[in-house]
Structures are given as structure tokens and as C-alpha cells.
């Protein structure tokens, strides 16, 4: 008699079917004007108890009714049942992660992760740094970014070069950037690792390089510090109004001297303290509107005049940096329409800064010059991976014959 052969594994083993869990599904919502997390977790079924427990956990990390609309909570959990993870955004680069146990609910920060490259672009001047013709790597450029790189290349030259006048068709430059972006493609820091820009036959180079304990500088090729004692202006537009002891004024019409400078740039621009001191005046004064007024060295004070805001923080005895954001332009006071009055005054008296020969700030020391020599050479190698663009003869504008 022939007995079938099974193996005694075969004999043993039955095959159960377990019904595998759903996976986890998430839901999103977005914090709507004039709406409060506690309303959006009552929506989602949190009962009061859990909805106070949540608060509290969260005012932890960031005052619950400072969140923005438009902030994205995800709710993750079983479909049908109460979430048990909550990720809420408390700011561009940090995510608050809530986790239910049989205990409550715990709490971690996650960061968001941060990718770092470098990007090598290439720009020939047509009219101003704004229109230029770019080269390089331009496909991986975001929405704006280059509007941004703009702004950074006029601070960083602003000694230099008079972005407003000296700019010509046919100028070029080229820059190596390092950039930190976050996974939505936004940039979270940027810094120039090396710029050239060839301006009126010149070619100016800029080399960052931090002192041990101290900021980040530009430097020329030779150590020579690009930056000025004062920066060229506190906002990087056009001079609508120069300093004149005697013109038409447009409100009181008659003949005034305009002790100032006004730079037409539109409502909301940063205006930067042109140099280091201390905040003597920030209020509203008269004619001048809402202004903020700085004593630096050398008897020098600056005012900023017509401002629509001062930032939190600039109040009379502050401490301010050169480049340091004071405030914002505006149309208070006397005046016709958003645009910087800015004024600079040395002993009492008032003077015409874009006629002053004002002092640079101080080259690199002799001791930091070996560690900055090996890195100028880093940085140029690396900037050579893209050219500095050069006009075709149809796109030189004619010369002048003087
Ligand atoms: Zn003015």
C-alpha cells in the first residue's frame, strides 16, 4: 500500500489569513483666517480634554494664537479613528511632531531637511544688474532667487560701483554662491563664495572672510577691504532728489535747500543704517514723519526720514550695525509719495554724502592672510567654472570720443 510522502512540515502547517491593518491615511488642514487650532482639532473630533492637552504641548514650543493663517497641520492615524501623530509647521524650517501614546501625547521637533549646493551663474549687463543676461547654470535658478542675488550684489560692491549711474550696457559679472535650500526648493541661506564684476573696464573681485570672533566681510583680491566706514545708501534705488541748497519744493512750493538725499523706492523697502552707532532719535518728528536718527564716530549723525514703519527693537540709546534694517520706507511727514529722505550730518552741519571722500574700513591683518590666500584660491578655482560673459560688438553701445 502506497502511502502518500508529505513531509512532516506539510503535516503541521496551517496557513492563516490575517486581515493586514489599513495603512495610516493623513489628512491636512490649513489654519484659516481669524481661525484658531483649537477650532481646526475640534473639527477633526478631539474632545475638549485632548484639544486643552494639545494646547498646552504645543504652547511648549510657540504661543498658540501667534500661528499664521495659512499654517499646514497634518493628522496622521487609522481611517475612521482619531489621529495619533500631528505634524504642525511652527516655522519654515521646524516641525512640531505630537505622538498619542497610552500616556498622552509626547512632543518632538523635527528639522526640515536641508540640502546644500553651489551655484555658478554668469550675467551681461543690458541696462541695470536688474536686466541682465545670464549664463551658467540659470535652469536651477527658483522663482526670484536671482532678484535676490541682485539686492546682495549691490550691498556687496555698494562702496565700489554706484549701482544707480555707473552701471553700463556690456558690464558683466559672475558669481559662485552656496546655497541651503529646503525640500520645497525655497532658499534657506545663501552666501557668495566668490564675485567678479567687470564694471567700465575694471574688474572688482569680492572674497568673503570671517575674522576669528567676528562678521563676515568682502575683501579684494589683495585683502583690501570692499566695504565702506558708510555704506553708498541705505536702500538700492534711484536718487529721485539730490542734495541742493536751493530747489522748488513739490509740497510747500517755493524755494527750499533740500539738506538730503531721496531715494524713490517703494513703500515697505528696508532701510538700512548706512553705518555702526547708536539710535539717538526713532519716533515721529515733525516734517520728517516717522524717522530714526543715528550718532556714529567722527561727530557723523544719519537720519532716515518718512519711514511707514521702525523696526521693533531701534528705539533712542539701541546699538545698531552697519546694513542693520531700521525701518521701512514710507510717506509720513511731509512728503508726496513713498520715497527715503536721508540725511548726513558731521559737527552740526549738513553734508552731501555722495560727494564725501569717506574712509574704507580696515583691510586684513597680516596674520589672517595665509588662511584667507588659500581660500581666495579655492574660491576663484571654483568661479572659474563659469565665464565672465563678454558683449558681442553688436551689443557694445558706440564709444565716446572725448
Ligand atoms: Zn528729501
Redo the contacts with the bound molecule.
Keep these: 500500500m502506497l502511502r502518500s510522502r508529505t513531509g512532516p512540515d506539510d503535516e503541521n502547517v496551517r496557513t492563516v489569513y490575517v486581515p493586514a491593518p489599513p495603512p495610516p491615511e493623513s489628512v491636512y488642514d490649513t489654519l484659516r483666517s481669524g481661525e484658531t487650532l483649537a477650532q481646526v482639532l475640534d473639527g477633526r473630533g478631539f474632545s475638549p480634554q485632548e484639544i486643552h492637552e494639545l494646547i498646552e504641548v504645543v504652547r511648549e514650543y510657540k504661543n498658540p494664537r501667534t500661528f499664521r493663517p495659512g499654517v499646514v497641520m497634518q493628522l496622521t492615524g487609522q481611517p475612521g479613528e482619531q489621529p495619533e501623530r500631528i505634524l504642525l509647521q511652527l516655522n519654515q524650517d521646524s516641525l512640531l511632531q505630537l505622538d498619542s501614546d497610552a500616556d498622552g501625547w509626547t512632543s518632538d521637533i523635527a528639522t526640515v531637511p536641508i540640502r546644500v549646493d553651489t551655484l555658478l551663474l554668469g550675467g551681461l549687463i543690458e541696462t541695470s544688474l536688474w536686466y541682465a543676461k545670464l549664463s551658467g547654470e540659470v535652469e536651477r535658478l527658483g522663482e526670484g532667487e536671482f532678484q535676490e542675488y541682485v539686492y546682495d550684489l549691490a550691498d556687496v560692491f555698494a562702496w565700489k560701483v554706484d549701482f544707480t549711474r555707473d552701471i553700463r550696457r556690456g558690464d558683466a559679472f559672475r558669481v559662485a554662491i552656496e546655497r541651503e535650500l529646503r525640500p520645497d526648493g525655497t532658499l534657506r541661506a545663501r552666501r557668495f563664495i566668490a564675485i567678479e564684476l567687470r564694471n567700465r573696464g575694471r574688474v572688482l573681485s569680492a572674497i568673503p572672510y570671517t575674522r576669528p570672533g567676528g562678521q563676515r566681510h568682502y575683501f579684494d583680491v589683495e585683502g583690501e577691504a570692499l566695504r565702506g566706514v558708510f555704506l553708498r545708501y541705505p536702500v538700492p534705488y534711484r536718487i529721485t532728489?539730490g542734495y541742493s541748497n536751493r530747489r522748488f519744493h513739490p509740497v510747500l512750493k517755493r524755494y527750499r535747500a533740500?539738506r538730503?538725499?531721496?531715494y524713490g523706492a517703494p513703500h515697505g523697502t528696508g532701510v538700512k543704517a548706512t553705518a555702526s552707532g547708536t539710535v539717538t532719535r526713532a519716533g515721529t518728528w515733525g516734517t520728517y514723519g516717522r524717522m530714526v536718527e543715528i550718532r556714529h564716530t567722527h561727530g557723523i549723525q544719519t537720519r532716515y526720514?518718512?519711514l511707514s514703519s521702525i523696526v521693533a527693537g531701534i528705539r533712542v540709546g539701541a546699538r545698531v550695525e552697519q546694513g542693520q534694517v531700521i525701518g521701512r520706507v514710507g510717506s509720513t511727514g511731509l512728503s508726496t509719495g513713498p520715497?527715503l529722505?536721508?540725511e548726513f550730518i558731521q559737527n552740526g552741519a549738513h553734508r552731501n554724502p555722495s560727494s564725501m571722500n569717506l574712509p574704507s574700513a580696515p583691510a586684513l591683518e597680516e596674520q589672517y592672510m595665509d588662511t584667507f590666500l588659500v581660500k581666495r584660491d579655492a574660491a576663484l578655482d571654483l568661479l572659474s567654472g563659469v565665464d565672465l560673459p563678454v558683449a558681442r560688438s553688436d551689443e557694445v553701445g558706440p564709444a565716446v570720443a572725448d
Aim: overall charge negative.
Design positions: 532728489s533740500h538730503g538725499i531721496d526720514a518718512h520715497h529722505h536721508y
